[in-house]
């Protein structure tokens, strides 16, 4: 039985990691972290039998207290004791933001694997995050599907084969516009292609996501920018 402990679950990549490790006899969830959306954190933990959560935001922790046994823990500290204590054989990390990068450094430092959804731990600690994985002999194992479908292709190859890497982008919902000027909040979330969270979309439309994801690719996969390239197609497919 493999133990993942799951931060971020509550959104799409979290929700979808709790469906696969329901149809997975092999896999239990041992623990939970979200920022502020208690109810849904509370509702994942019983429906998986988990018996310790973590919230980021103090007063949705209080609720989950109120309306839940198990245990609850809250802020910074409340996630990197929640890694400690539940001692998983994986943490997948699908923080948001740059509040992830403390709770992938705590893992790698304890030796854990880590199936990375949060960009912001290598845009902002690339080369620190793959110094610890490679001192402690952690994993780092990408989700994101350009570099998880990246990794599937080279892993297995001798450093220094392969030439180039290539990342599809979709171009957002502006791509072929010349005039952006009045463009909206709502137009910027209209993403032609994929159902994502706020905060992506967003980067999206303004193509920053995909330069987050260059810098990824960067120190994943130990590739210099100049052999890093991006492909925009609507559809984000790649033939030869």
């Given amino acids: 039985m493999k133990k ?4 971020g679950s509550t959104g799409s990549i979290g929700t979808q990691a709790l469906e696969v490790i329901g149809r997975s006899p092999e896999l ?12 849904t954190t509370v509702e994942q933990a019983r429906e998986h039998g988990v018996p310790v959560i973590a919230l980021a935001d103090a007063d949705a922790a209080g609720r989950a207290r109120g309306a839940w046994s198990g245990r609850v823990l809250d802020g910074e500290e409340g996630v990197r004791e929640l890694i400690l204590s539940t001692e998983p054989d994986l943490v997948l990390n699908a923080i948001v933001g740059a509040a992830g990068l403390g709770s992938t450094i705590v893992a790698l430092t304890e030796g854990i694997d880590v199936a990375l959804a949060n960009k912001e731990s290598l845009v902002l600690g690339g080369e620190l995050v793959m110094a610890l994985a490679e001192a402690t002999g952690s994993r780092l194992l990408p989700v ?10 080279v892993n297995g190859e001798a ?28 137009d910027a979330l209209a993403h ?49």
């Fill in 4 to 7: 993942v402990l799951i931060l």
């Fill in 144 to 153: 994101d599907s350009e570099h998880s479908a990246l990794f599937q292709l």
């Fill in 192 to 240: 032609p292609t994929w159902q994502m969270g706020g905060r992506i979309t967003i980067d999206s439309a303004t193509l920053m996501n995909k330069g987050f994801e260059a810098i990824e690719a960067h120190h994943l996969f130990g590739v210099g920018y100049e052999r890093i390239g991006v492909v925009v197609h609507p559809q984000s497919l790649v033939t030869r």
């Fill in 28 to 39: 239990q969830a041992v623990g939970l972290a979200a920022g502020s959306g208690w109810e």
């Fill in 159 to 186: 450093p220094g084969t392969v030439e180039r890497l290539v990342l599809t982008a979709s171009g957002g919902p502006f791509r072929g516009r010349d005039d952006l000027s009045g463009v909206t909040v709502a």
